[in-house]
């Protein structure tokens, strides 16, 4: 049976002023903050997108210490779409020869698919997509984006 939304943080809850007025919940648990290792059985493609994906995401304080293997997964699951697609790349062709004569569709784009909808979910959790930063808005401006700050003059006045 499905449960419904996911439950928010208690720390957006409180950053958003708790419209609801439910009770917050005590006692949450708390992982500690920034990016952790990366683990070693990730390959070098997995590895570029980790650099390059994970400072930004302990930077918006969206992955802490326990979230390893999210973000694992993740960069695994980005690597293997990139494969997939640079092979069809290679071989440029929608169909090829299968075992038995006929042509059959490229099962590289069978992986690409199943991988990049593997990581759409992942994308999602870690607010990688734009409906999903939206979704994780803690209703505060970012302090560094120009249009806010233009805005906010102009709110002042």
């Not at 939304?5 to 919940?25: H, I, S, Y």
């Not at 648990?29 to 400072?55: D, F, K, S, V, Y």
């Not at 069978?110 to 990688?128: P, S, T």
Request: charged fraction near 25%.
């Amino acid at each position: 049976m499905a449960r419904g939304r996911k439950p928010a943080p208690t720390a957006l809850k409180v950053l958003r002023g708790n419209p609801g007025r439910r009770p917050l919940p005590q006692g949450e648990l708390r992982p500690p903050a920034g990016l952790p290792e990366p683990p070693t059985h990730l390959n070098a493609m997995a590895q570029e997108e980790w650099a390059a994906i994970g400072p930004i995401l302990a930077q918006m304080r969206v992955v802490t210490k326990a979230d390893r293997a999210v973000l694992a997964g993740y960069c695994a699951t980005y690597a293997r779409w990139a494969m997939a697609e640079e092979q069809i790349r290679r071989w440029t062709d929608l169909l090829v020869m299968g075992a038995m004569g006929g042509e059959v569709a490229n099962p590289y784009i069978r992986i690409a698919n199943q991988a990049l909808e593997l990581m759409h979910k992942y994308m999602v959790e870690l607010g990688l997509t734009p409906s999903s930063r939206v979704k994780l808005a803690t209703g505060q401006p970012s302090v560094d984006d120009p249009l806010e700050q233009f805005l906010a003059k102009k709110r002042r006045r």
